[in-house]
């Protein structure tokens, strides 16, 4: 077993839909799931954040994986929802700021969640190395899954937050190198 499966192992899984694909991610990293609501965009972001809901009071960044997998965008539907995951402060520096201490929630808008699954090590197989269209990183196994294959993601590594941290950098970056134009006459 490749260390990627040992940190995979069995478990429960929450099955949904991207693009008339079917992923899963690990049941414990799942807070709840949500049906679409409106979300605030916030300016000069990576296009895959979306924007964020207020959920109780705290923001909470909403990612579009379609995006985030170069697959265009989620089109809103009716079953469109939100997945909100915690994912801890693995990979990131003491002196990086803007996220909570003990971890940060995020959602995840999917086209459809479908169910929650109970998988074995028996039914998970290594990653390929190619052919799926996304990041070998962000793939921790395959499941055979009712006469189809379930693609179980890392959601460390989709989701890394440092990752993000540095896209929005990078993308905030790209607009503040010139100094503001003067607005045109009339406004």
């Given at each position: 077993?490749?260390?990627?499966?040992?940190?995979?192992?069995?478990g429960?899984?929450?099955?949904?839909?991207?693009?008339?694909?079917?992923?899963?991610?690990?049941?414990?990293?799942?807070?709840?799931?949500?049906?679409?609501?409106?979300?605030?965009?916030?300016?000069?972001?990576?296009?895959?954040?979306?924007?964020?809901?207020?959920?109780?009071?705290?923001?909470?960044?909403?990612?579009?994986?379609?995006?985030?997998?170069?697959?265009?965008?989620?089109?809103?539907?009716?079953?469109?929802?939100?997945?909100?995951?915690?994912?801890?402060?693995?990979?990131?520096?003491?002196?990086?700021?803007?996220?909570?201490?003990?971890?940060?929630?995020?959602?995840?808008?999917?086209?459809?969640?479908?169910?929650v699954?109970?998988?074995?090590?028996?039914?998970?197989?290594?990653a390929?190395?190619?052919?799926?269209?996304?990041?070998?990183?962000?793939?921790?196994?395959?499941?055979?899954?009712?006469?189809?294959?379930?693609?179980?993601?890392?959601?460390?590594?989709?989701?890394?937050?440092?990752?993000?941290?540095?896209?929005?950098?990078?993308?905030?970056?790209?607009?503040?190198?010139?100094?503001?134009?003067?607005?045109?006459?009339?406004?």
């Amino acid at each position: 077993m490749t260390d990627t499966l040992a940190r995979v192992g069995s478990g429960r899984f929450l099955t949904f839909t991207l693009n008339d694909e079917a992923y899963a991610v690990d049941i414990f990293h799942v807070l709840e799931i949500l049906e679409y609501r409106h979300l605030t965009v916030v300016p000069m972001m990576p296009a895959f954040i979306r924007g964020v809901i207020n959920l109780r009071g705290r923001a909470v960044p909403v990612i579009d994986l379609a995006i985030r997998f170069d697959r265009g965008s989620t089109t809103v539907r009716r079953r469109t929802s939100i997945i909100i995951v915690h994912l801890d402060d693995i990979g990131l520096d003491d002196e990086e700021e803007g996220v909570a201490a003990g971890g940060q929630d995020i959602g995840i808008l999917v086209d459809s969640v479908n169910k929650v699954v109970e998988l074995t090590e028996g039914d998970i197989e290594p990653a390929p190395s190619f052919g799926s269209g996304i990041r070998a990183d962000y793939i921790s196994g395959m499941a055979r899954r009712d006469g189809d294959f379930l693609i179980l993601l890392d959601v460390g590594q989709v989701l890394s937050i440092s990752e993000m941290v540095s896209l929005g950098e990078a993308a905030r970056a790209g607009g503040h190198d010139e100094e503001p134009s003067e607005p045109p006459e009339g406004l």
